[in-house]
């Protein structure tokens, strides 16, 4: 940002140590987790409650997302792979993304959508869902604070059968599925990037 500003460019995008964590899920399960930010529990030893998720730690998308059934399983897939992989907890519940825009680690705003079909990982069916605002905000202003987020962000999110909240992907970008749909309802991601960018305040 500093180099593009110094040739008369302005642009608001995120910290690139934000954005470095964010990309890696084993890192960023880890770091959150430590700030309060609720994500999925971590097998990292032979002890684990199956099914289990396999995830790339760098990925996009449900790109080379396995479940496993078995201990077994288990113990191949990590001897096979080593460190590419984090293992997880599988999640049943409803699964949500939501849309945000923030302004120098301030939360401007947000739309929380339910995933009801998704494509390689996208969403390409979703429905506006406002009831569970009131479970997110907080989460998501800690978000912005925490790592100083300035643009666009989408993260996904299970409402658990137990009524858990899990915080499981975070996208520092716009979403790739349902951004019309925010703006519809108000939250005109775009047109904010583009003000904030050129005035450098909403």
Do not use: W
Request: glycine fraction near 8%; charged fraction near 25%.
């Amino acid at each position: 940002q500093e180099d593009l500003n110094r040739n008369g460019v302005r642009i608001s995008i995120h910290n690139y140590d934000a954005v470095m964590l964010m990309s890696d899920k084993r890192e960023a399960y880890r770091t959150l987790g430590r700030i309060g930010v609720p994500v999925p529990e971590l097998f990292e030893e032979e002890a684990a409650t199956f099914p289990i998720l396999a995830k790339p730690r760098v990925s996009s998308g449900s790109k080379g997302i396995l479940i496993i059934s078995t201990k077994s399983e288990f113990l191949e897939h990590r001897k096979k792979h080593r460190d590419e992989y984090i293992y997880v907890e599988f999640l049943k519940g409803i699964e949500y993304t939501v849309d945000c825009f923030y302004h120098k680690g301030n939360l401007v705003g947000f739309v929380p959508r339910k995933r009801l079909k998704t494509l390689g990982g996208a969403a390409v069916v979703t429905e506006s869902d406002f009831s569970v605002q009131h479970l997110i905000r907080d989460y998501l202003r800690l978000l912005g604070k925490k790592f100083g987020l300035n643009g666009p962000a989408n993260f996904q999110f299970f409402v658990t059968d137990n009524s858990r909240i899990v915080f499981t992907d975070f996208n520092l970008r716009f979403a790739s599925g349902g951004l019309p749909l925010a703006v519809f309802l108000g939250l005109d991601i775009p047109r904010l990037y583009i003000d904030i960018s050129l005035k450098g305040h909403i």
